[in-house]
């Protein structure tokens, strides 16, 4: 079982920064690979960024590349997602997702799927106007 709790989201105007954080818990949360996820009302849920737990690769989708790090502190047990150069189009809830995936190239496939991750944190709510 992995416990996921997201933080730092909130209001910003176009061009600035927000820092998300997802403390993970529970006695296999490092054998995941994690994701941030996002989702609009009346729209699917879109895979942001991820990193690999194996060896810390990361994947951005095309939106926010260049603009969002995904990190992971495996002594902390947090997975941070940095945002600069906010747009109003980055409005929605993030959530913090934890995939078990078997390798590195299989996470590398399907980790903007929500469907692949099996645990998810509460969402936090991050707002660019």
């Known amino acids: 079982q992995v416990q996921l709790v997201e933080s730092g989201g909130g209001s910003v105007q176009p061009g600035g920064s927000l820092r998300l954080s997802c403390v993970g818990s529970g006695d296999t949360f490092s054998t995941y690979s994690m994701g941030w996820v996002r989702q609009v009302p009346g729209k699917e849920r879109e895979g942001v960024a991820a990193i690999d737990r194996r060896d810390g690769s990361t994947s951005y989708a095309d939106s926010v590349k260049g603009r969002f790090t995904i990190s992971r502190d495996g002594a902390k047990n947090i997975i941070a997602l940095q945002m600069h150069s906010l747009k109003p189009e980055d409005t929605a809830m993030y959530y913090c997702?934890?995939?078990?995936?078997?390798?590195?190239?299989?996470?590398?496939?399907?980790?903007?799927?929500?469907?692949?991750?099996?645990?998810w944190g509460q969402g936090t709510q991050v707002t660019v106007s």
């Open positions: 997702a934890a995939d078990f995936c078997p390798s590195t190239a299989d996470f590398g496939r399907k980790w903007n799927r929500a469907r692949s991750y099996s645990y």
